[in-house]
């Protein structure tokens, strides 16, 4: 009972461990033999030693492209964000971390001349390329994966986010992420094209390379991830986890290395743990769904108004709308940029309840006409300043109306969280993006609440996302990312009510006059006084089943009913009703419930109509 056996030779457990018993000492030790430990160990050397001599040269091929997207998506972002820094010293004499001091201090004259210089440099630039450079880039990057077989244009998409990062830093109030992301994602696509990959392949790269471009913005790696699966992919399938994450990790680390590596926002600790506060988070996420409903709309409604104007004066819309912005930043300068310090304020409880009300609705209607008339940039940054303003808002109302709790910069950063999942409809991934910007923890709990309860409002006011309601305007229809037993429907469903019911002791005559009245496919039920389905009439079926003449007068409707047809239950799924279609000829099925009570019918034209089963 002691002994164990491996191949030649023997061991047995001893006080030091695990001895040798035989073969001789100078027979060569067989590398299968060992203790268990060591045998485990070496089978999976082994086993891993397999694996990666039995992958496919495209699938190693693959990989090794996963890994270069991310290089090229981080060393794109710290490229263009070097070129942000350095724009914003130039014109505004400040450093990137302090943009809004170097604003505040300009005169008035170069507030309103450098954002014009901007609009100028943006219409000049679309004037030489015979096309505009509007609209964000995550929507195109949602396209091109979804339609367009992850195809993207290198020259277009490098010089769309060079101009972006001047304009940002020359006052546009647009997000810097709509470069980096659109920038990675075009490196994917023609590195996927450069290697000829197959359609699958070349759309996973472009979701690699615009999740790299935002985990090394944002030095955010798990959110970024996530925001590619969710919202880029619209799945959560283990196949997509592994590329992109490598990818993030690896723009992540050529970020940290050669940028910063410390959060987007440096805050103090909050935390809402009060049952009041939690339900205080709840109440917020409601408003902000509103809010974020409205921010979609308020974009699409202005980008439509533009769509509209003259094909002479197109060209000239970013150079007027950044003129306006222009004369807005002499009395606001918050909205000049991507509005990162005005965030942080609100995350501290600096800015007075006044800025906090009128910032976002300007910096809505900023936006909007910005990326209406063209102007490159991302929509992602300024639905951030406009959730943490009104999520401080909601704070300070909150702590004057019940004192004691959490500061209102508590509420900003839920606030943050609240407008990205209710802009995006995407709650996981918004939650960990603001989790891992700001390093607050004990907020995840009230976070979680408000981002999925401003996702769930949102939804039902504005069905398409930030990045869909684009796509739609363009005619180009996403397929549903809901999981397929979810997007099922029961037989309940399509139940409709029944118009026409007889008892078992009607006469024929009636019942033949029922039928001859009713639409075409359309049947006859047969039920007893407390409503329970005795069986059906079907007009063809009575042809030959008629009986003598001479009986017709004494014949009834129990006496030619149907009651081989088996009903259906609500119950059902949509898969088994049409399995029982397939075995009949009729065009309906009664439906009943456990008593037999009949509900209704189901047709078959609305069944096929679902689409899937």
Known sequence: MGRRVHGRGAWTPGCLGWTRVGPPRDTPPDPEVGPPGVNVTRKFHHSV????????????????????VGLIAGLGAVGLLKVLRFTQELFWRSASEDFLSGVAAAPTWRRLLIPVLGGALVTLLSLLVGQPLRGHGTAGIIESIWVRSGRLPLPRALLRGFVSILAVAMGAPLGREGALLSTGAASGSSLARWLRLGPGQARLLVACGASAGMASAYNVPIGAALFGLEVLLGSFALELFGPIVVSCVVATLVSRLLIADHPSYVIPDYALLHPRELLLAVVLGAVLGVASAFYVRGVNVMSDLLDRAASWLAPFLPLLAMTFVGITAVWLPQLLGNGY???????????????????????LALTSLCAGAGVPGGLFTPSLFYGALLGGAFGMMAERLLPGGAPSGAYALLGMGAVLAGTTHASVSAVLLIFEMTGDYPLVLPLMLS?????????????????????????????????????????????????QRVSPSAPFQEVVALLLEAPAGEDLYVTDEEGRYRGMLVLDALKGHVPDHALLQATIAEDVMDTQVQPITPELSLGEVASRFARTALERLPVVDGGRRLLGTISKRDVLSQGTF
Do not use: C
Request: without cysteine; aromatic residues 6%.
């Open 49 to 68: 030693a397999d694996y990666l001599r039995d992958l496919t040269r495209v699938e190693k091929r693959f990989w090794v492209l996963v890994v270069a």
């Open 341 to 363: 310090d005005a965030v942080n304020s609100a995350l501290l409880g600096r800015l007075p309840f006044a800025l906090l009300l009128v910032l976002p609705l300007a910096k």
């Open 451 to 499: 981002a999925v309860v401003a996702a769930a409002v949102s939804r039902r006011l504005e069905p398409e996302s930030l990045y869909t309601s684009v796509l739609n305007r363009r005619n180009v229809r996403m397929p549903a990312t809901i999981p397929h037993w979810l997007r099922q429907e029961g037989a309940r469903a399509l139940l409709k009510p029944v118009s």
